[in-house]
């Protein structure tokens, strides 16, 4: 009985966040749609006509727990720009999962069971953050093109991460950036709908993808497409061109 009623509370908790994330979404003009459980949302919206989606709800990955923060846009930049960021402790834990596996096994190489972002820890070049004091304690980056990679990290987004790391991330939860065949993802582990958490995260988001589309046009990139064939690091959402 007391664990019906808690679930109760819990239920219309979520409510009143989704009604407060739906009236932020309407203002800044974005589409707001709630899942049919009643546990989480999705809105979808635009930067520089190009589409993006965000989710909240049920975790996708063993590192998160509770509920999930997560966004996704296409770029079109080309598939070999693929640059990680994340906080330090899950870094440190990912990296953990990724030696206890190939000991156990007596594995050289990390197999598909594990996500792109714990293989990328082990197989790419890190990225320096000697350029700021506050992303060298709190973050940590990998990239298959170091200079880019570095280059992605530079001005707005630095900026914009040191902001994050002394208010919403503060706490130094599971977080990451990652551009992967042609776009760009963030996760993020939210307990609690917050508009202001997620309105912070959007605007984090969009200079990330800007300065992602940066670093490719100074590579003199032209735009790619992304085959939805291909495997995807976010397999439970629709291709990137269909925002149904």
């Known amino acids: 009985m007391l664990g019906s009623i808690k679930h109760l509370f819990a239920r219309a908790a979520r409510h009143a966040e989704g009604d407060a994330i739906a009236g932020w979404a309407q203002r800044a003009g974005h589409v707001y749609k ?3 459980d009643g546990d989480g949302f999705a809105v979808d919206g635009q930067f520089d006509a190009k589409p993006w989606r965000l989710e909240w709800g049920r975790p996708q990955r063993p590192y998160i727990e509770g509920h999930e923060l ?7 930049v080309p598939p070999d720009l693929q640059m990680l ?4 402790p899950l870094r440190e834990r990912l990296a953990k999962d990724a030696f206890e596996q190939a000991t156990q096994t007596n594995q050289t190489s990390l ?8 293989r990328w820890l082990v197989v790419f070049p890190k990225i320096s953050l000697a350029g700021s004091h506050i992303l060298r304690n709190c973050f940590a980056g990998v990239s298959s093109l170091p200079h880019e990679g570095q280059a992605w990290l530079e001005g707005p987004l630095a900026h914009a991460l040191e ?8 706490a130094q939860p599971p977080f990451l950036l990652m551009t992967l065949r042609g776009r760009i993802y963030l ?36 735009p790619v497409s992304w085959s939805a064939s291909t495997h ?3 397999q439970s959402l629709p291709p990137a061109n269909d925002r149904s």
């Open 85 to 88: 960021l994340m906080t330090k």
């Open 70 to 76: 997560r966004m996704r846009m296409v770029l079109g």
């Open 163 to 170: 902001r994050a790391a002394a208010s919403w991330l503060s």
């Open 111 to 118: 197999d598909d069971t594990v996500g792109e972002e714990t």
């Open 187 to 222: 996760r993020l582990q939210l307990g609690s709908a917050d508009e202001s958490d997620i309105a912070a995260a959007v605007t984090l988001f969009g200079i990330a993808a800007a300065a992602a589309r940066r670093v490719a046009r100074a590579r003199g990139d032209e």
């Open 232 to 234: 995807s690091a976010w």
């Open 34 to 36: 709630r899942e049919k």
